[in-house]
């Protein structure tokens, strides 16, 4: 069985990237799901910052799972032609970084609106922005945030049904979110999910190392390496705490994850 990879997950965060290819070298990491580092959120940068992100991971020898962007967290109203132009330069730095996979997302749904009278508007978008990724031959990896039309396992598996070069990316904390049975979850999108979003809350929604909430880490981690798949992007967890009152900007460390993450799995990291 070929040995299970684990990415960091930065998000959107504009944290330097040596201080990221830091924490993933410290907590043996094969790579990261690059969103965010000084130089802004990873679909504005410019060529000569992707040259230098470039650079910097090379000399780390890291890989890169996909660049997760904010494209497609707008409100299906709102201006499309803006977040087309930053596809296009997310996938100029493709080229650069050697990605393949771009995270999106399906576009906010007006609150008590019917999702689904936006269902043909929201395929018809997500389809161009296919067509220019696949151009690029760059996979768009499809994320399951929740407001978004493609916020429920129905409505992703409507998009990816229609979009069979896609991909999708499960997060169980979003399907938590919007009020989604995690594993139904699962067994309707299983054979579209190209790696999983690890993260995990508990009933208040407070966020947690994986293991320690209701996301239900263990069982879902081991399906998906029972179908196959390999890739894990990380949230880290929170870890820090001063006098019994937790920090507004707690620190982060991926290894309470991973501990969690490498019990319910043998083969992870081996």
């Known amino acids: 069985m070929s040995s299970v990879k684990l990415?960091?997950?930065?998000?959107?965060?504009?944290?330097?990237?040596?201080?990221?290819?830091?924490?993933?070298?410290?907590?043996?990491?094969?790579?990261?799901?690059?969103?965010?580092?000084?130089?802004?959120?990873?679909?504005?940068?410019?060529?000569?910052?992707?040259?230098?992100?470039?650079?910097?991971?090379?000399?780390?020898?890291?890989?890169?799972?996909?660049?997760?962007?904010?494209?497609?967290?707008i409100g299906i109203k709102d201006d499309y032609d803006a977040q087309l132009e930053k596809l296009k330069n997310t996938l100029e730095v493709c080229k650069v970084l050697g990605a393949d996979k771009v995270r999106v997302s399906s576009f906010y749904i007006p609150g008590f609106e019917n999702p689904d009278d936006y269902r043909q508007l929201v395929i018809d978008r997500i389809g161009r922005m296919n067509e220019l990724a696949a151009a690029h031959s760059v996979t768009l990896c499809l994320e399951n945030k929740s407001g978004c039309f493609g916020g429920t396992a129905e409505r992703c598996h409507s998009i990816l049904s229609a979009l069979p070069e896609m991909v999708g990316v499960f997060n169980p904390v979003e399907f938590i979110r919007a009020k989604e049975d995690v594993m139904a979850a699962w067994d309707k999108l299983r054979s579209r999910i190209a790696y999983i979003h690890i993260a995990d809350i508990t009933d208040e929604g407070k966020p947690v190392p994986a293991g320690n909430g209701i996301a239900q880490i263990r069982e879902l981690t081991r399906k998906f390496i029972e179908r196959g798949g390999r890739n894990f992007s990380i949230d880290p967890g929170l870890t820090v705490r001063r006098s019994n009152k937790q920090l507004p900007h707690e620190k982060f460390s991926y290894k309470n994850s991973m501990r969690h993450l490498m019990r319910h799995a043998e083969d992870l990291k081996q």
């Not at 201080?19 to 000084?38: C, P, V």
């Not at 992707?50 to 997760?68: F, H, P, Q, T, W």
């Open 7 to 73: 990415f960091s997950s930065g998000g959107e965060l504009r944290t330097e990237l040596s201080d990221q290819i830091e924490a993933i070298k410290r907590n043996n990491l094969n790579g990261i799901e690059l969103g965010g580092t000084e130089f802004g959120p990873i679909s504005d940068i410019s060529f000569v910052a992707a040259c230098l992100i470039r650079k910097k991971l090379n000399d780390s020898g890291l890989e890169v799972l996909s660049l997760a962007t904010t494209i497609g967290r």
